[in-house]
């Protein structure tokens, strides 16, 4: 039987039923730890080079001071970006998926001991460098965020919808760079607010730090509704 035919197919979508259901239970094991232990997870997703780290390492600096904060860095091979969150005196842990293109709820289940608890009130997943894979797959985050470097082209938000749809903010990064780039911003953010009304966009600038703050603050208020209980749409 050839790969396209009906029978391979219909075994390929229940093989990823399957795996999808599986990771489903796990995250909702994650979930409720963090709601026992009053932490909001979040999971940060994007392509490689869209400035991930760079933003949680802005991030992290201007937050230690409001809250206790937590890291589970997600990539293929190494420990590079890890080994830059720890150089803030951040608790962090690296998960190397081997190949994988992106994080399950186990990997994250799995790690989870590896903090004290009750401890952070904010844990930040970075999720391995990718728009596709990691928008399928809930880890028992309250939310998702997708980093976007507008250096990446306006059409992205059309080509990858799902992660889109799926999460709560996208941080607009390296704004900075785009005079130097022909990305529309604005068919960009309309393909964006097309596929989700209800999204949050940050413009930010790593390196000039512009809009860094507003994307800050919306992540204080944020722990601190959850401290209130707020639950959140992945909740």
Known sequence: MKLGDTGESRRQIQVMANLLGANDVQAEV???????????????????????????????????????????????????????????????????????????????GKVLPQFTWPGPELLIIENVGNLVCPADFDLGEALKIVVLSVVEGDDKPAKYPVIFRNSQAVVLNKMDLLPFTETDLAAMKRDIFAINPEIVVFEVSCRTGEGLAVWQDWLRQLIRKYQGGAVFPSS
Request: glycine share 8%; net charge positive; with cysteine.
């Open 30 to 108: 994650n979930r409720r730890h963090f709601h026992r232990h009053n932490c909001l997870a979040v999971n940060i997703i994007g392509s490689p080079g869209a400035g991930k780290t760079t933003l949680l390492e802005r991030t992290l600096t201007a937050l230690a001071a409001d809250c206790r904060i937590a890291v589970i860095e997600g990539d293929i091979y190494t420990s590079k970006d890890a080994e830059r969150i720890a150089r803030l005196d951040i608790p962090v842990i690296q998960v190397n998926t081997g190949g994988g293109c992106h994080l399950d709820s186990q990997m994250v």
